[in-house]
């Protein structure tokens, strides 16, 4: 079964970067959508962006647009997410989803543990 797991999170300092990776076991990615959702604390969690099957289409939120790069290797059954010019309004934990398509259903077993992204100086 699908089996989802980020890393690259850490401390980050405002105006710096870090590149998320979401990277699958289980089951190939080559047919899902994937999009990364994240959780600030006291707060409900949101899309942040996704990107198609075939990588064509990516959508993202107005906070993240222009700072924010998703892009997926298939062959290497990896999605990721390149964050540029972070903001301390950033800070959340970071979750990668599987899903049927983007802002559909998610996939069984779809979520990933998360990994924490922290921007302080």
């Known amino acids: 079964q699908l089996q989802l797991v980020e890393s690259g999170g850490g401390l980050a300092q405002p105006g710096g970067s870090l590149r998320l990776s979401c990277a699958a076991s289980?089951?190939?990615?080559?047919?899902?959508?994937i999009g990364w959702f994240r959780q600030a604390p006291g707060k409900e969690r949101e899309g942040v962006t996704c990107?198609?099957?075939?990588?064509?289409?990516?959508n993202y939120i107005d906070s993240v647009r222009g700072r924010f790069t998703i892009s997926r290797d298939n062959a290497k059954n990896t999605v990721y997410l390149q964050m540029n010019s972070l903001k301390p309004e950033d800070t959340a934990i970071y979750y990668c989803?599987?899903?049927?398509?983007?802002?559909?259903?998610?996939?069984?077993?779809?979520w990933g543990q998360g990994t924490q992204v922290t921007v302080s100086s």
């Open positions: 989803a599987a899903q049927y398509y983007c802002s559909g259903p998610l996939v069984p077993n779809g």
């Open positions: 289980g089951s190939t990615l080559d047919y899902y959508a």
């Open positions: 990107i198609n099957s075939k990588g064509g289409t990516t």
